[in-house]
């Protein structure tokens, strides 16, 4: 069970799963391309809804990029085949 504290949802230790806050650490943005460059936005994850979603019996809160503190709600890792490509910017 989660209880509201402060403001904010805090864990109960019999719940199943843990919510985690990942505001800060996001990479990237659903707005913009994600992979090739910034510009191609067909190269993105178009996601149908933000907030709390849940898939499989697993919830998850998909952050709208119009409400984070700086406009990022993905986590994209490093990588790609391409050297000039985007992606290869990301930490």
Same mark, same amino acid.
């Given at each position: 069970?989660?209880?509201?504290?402060?403001?904010?949802?805090?864990?109960?230790?019999?719940?199943?799963?843990?919510?985690?806050?990942?505001?800060?650490?996001?990479?990237?943005?659903?707005?913009?391309?994600?992979?090739?460059?910034?510009?191609?936005?067909?190269?993105?994850?178009?996601?149908?809804?933000?907030?709390? &979603?849940?898939?499989? !019996?697993? @919830? %998850?809160?998909?952050?709208?990029? =119009?409400?984070?503190?700086?406009?990022?709600?993905? &986590?994209?890792?490093? !990588?790609? @085949? %391409?050297?000039?490509?985007?992606? =290869?910017?990301?930490?």
């Amino acid at each position: 069970m989660n209880q509201l504290l402060d403001g904010k949802i805090q864990w109960v230790p019999n719940e199943r799963y843990r919510p985690l806050d990942l505001n800060g650490l996001f990479t990237a943005s659903t707005t913009t391309g994600l992979y090739y460059n910034k510009d191609t936005l067909s190269d993105t994850l178009p996601f149908q809804h933000f907030g709390d &979603i849940e898939a499989n !019996g697993v @919830p %998850y809160k998909v952050v709208d990029p =119009k409400n984070s503190n700086d406009g990022l709600n993905l &986590i994209i890792l490093k !990588g790609g @085949p %391409y050297e000039e490509a985007y992606s =290869k910017s990301f930490p």
